[in-house]
């Protein structure tokens, strides 16, 4: 079973009827890009830049070390695209106790993610000079977490400008034509994603936060954990909304939340028209084998069931024939 998995590695990943789908790993740490791209991943759909600002006994990096970081993982991707997540603290995650920055809000409504950035321009510069350094030598690609206003999305690109301006007077190199990609992790941008359409490469939906925005669970709370369900008929109607929105954009968009990375979920992912998965790699092969044995215009046909039931019932049973 385990080989069987393992000769998956390095086949195409189509459906049954032949369309392509692009799986991307989702990694913590540089060195995880070596299992991503053992694994078959076509790029990287999320590096969780957080985690090398997060270790308690170390003060914040500075540019060149968040450069080498990115570079190593640029470089272990030969040429492969890098989403490279803008540092996504607060709520859960701490900055590191070195930095006297680590008091930062532990409410998940809180100022964490890109509100954290845009209030500490700075620290959000360095990273952006870092990432754009490192653009020189790979397909680095800038994502934003959490944003949900026109002004956070303005005030972003402003300051990826003035980075290059910047790299640009010291005369250091960067790819000018750098991609940027939003994550679709808030309601509200869901709901108003022309606007993101319209500013963006690229966009991935962020399912772990968009659950427990939309639902309003707390995803750290164990309390409410049993609330937490990523196929409450509001959730799927958002992600289907989303999905075909950015498809008949053609703005590339990729899943990059849990959601991604289950094997019981992806056909019906399929069926809504996902075609760019990201997922921790050690889910990668056994989403890949649910990708191979489907059918993605027959699975759309047993979607409309899907997305109508609102009783519990009625979408167990739609759920059932669209994934038997
Ligand atoms: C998400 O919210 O789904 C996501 C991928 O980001 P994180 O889990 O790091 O918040
Ligand atoms: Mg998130």
């Known amino acids: 079973e385990t080989s069987k998995l393992q000769n998956l590695k390095h086949s195409r990943t189509r459906t049954v009827d032949g369309v392509a789908i692009e799986l991307f790993a989702n990694i913590e740490l540089p060195e995880d890009a070596i299992q991503a791209v053992e694994l078959g991943a076509v790029g990287v759909g999320l590096f969780r830049s957080e985690f090398l600002f997060m270790d308690r006994n170390q003060a914040l990096p500075d540019e060149d070390q968040q450069y080498e970081e990115y570079r190593r993982v640029i470089d272990l991707m030969h040429g492969l695209p890098v989403n490279i997540r803008t540092i996504d603290v607060g709520a ?27 209030t500490e321009p700075e620290i959000f510069l360095t990273q952006l ?73 690229f966009l991935s939906i962020g399912t772990n936060d968009l659950i427990q925005y939309t639902l309003a669970i707390d995803r750290a709370d164990h309390a409410v954990a049993h609330l937490y369900d990523p196929l409450h008929p509001a959730i799927l109607s958002l992600l289907y909304t989303i999905i075909t929105q950015a498809n008949a954009a053609k703005t590339p968009i990729a899943i990059c939340g849990e959601m991604a990375g289950d094997p019981t979920l992806t056909k019906l992912l399929l069926a809504m028209g996902l075609t760019d998965f990201s997922m921790h790699f050690s889910q990668l092969l056994l989403v890949k084998r649910e990708i191979l044995k489907a059918n993605v215009s027959e699975l759309k046909t047993y979607l409309p069931d899907v997305l109508k039931a609102v009783e519990p019932e009625a979408q167990a049973s739609a759920l059932e024939r669209l994934l038997a």
């Open 92 to 118: 859960d995650k701490a900055l590191g106790a070195g930095s006297d920055l680590s008091q930062t809000g532990t409410s998940p409504l809180g100022l964490r993610a890109i509100r954290w950035s845009l």
């Open 129 to 201: 000079r870092a990432i754009l350094r490192a653009s020189a030598h790979g397909q680095a690609r800038i994502m934003i977490p959490m944003l949900a206003h026109a002004k956070e999305i303005n005030e972003t690109f402003r300051l990826i400008k003035k980075a290059k301006q910047q790299l640009h007077q010291r005369g250091q190199s960067f790819n000018p034509n750098i991609q940027v990609g939003a994550m679709i992790e808030i309601p509200a941008a869901a709901l108003t994603l022309p606007l993101f359409i319209h500013h963006f490469d």
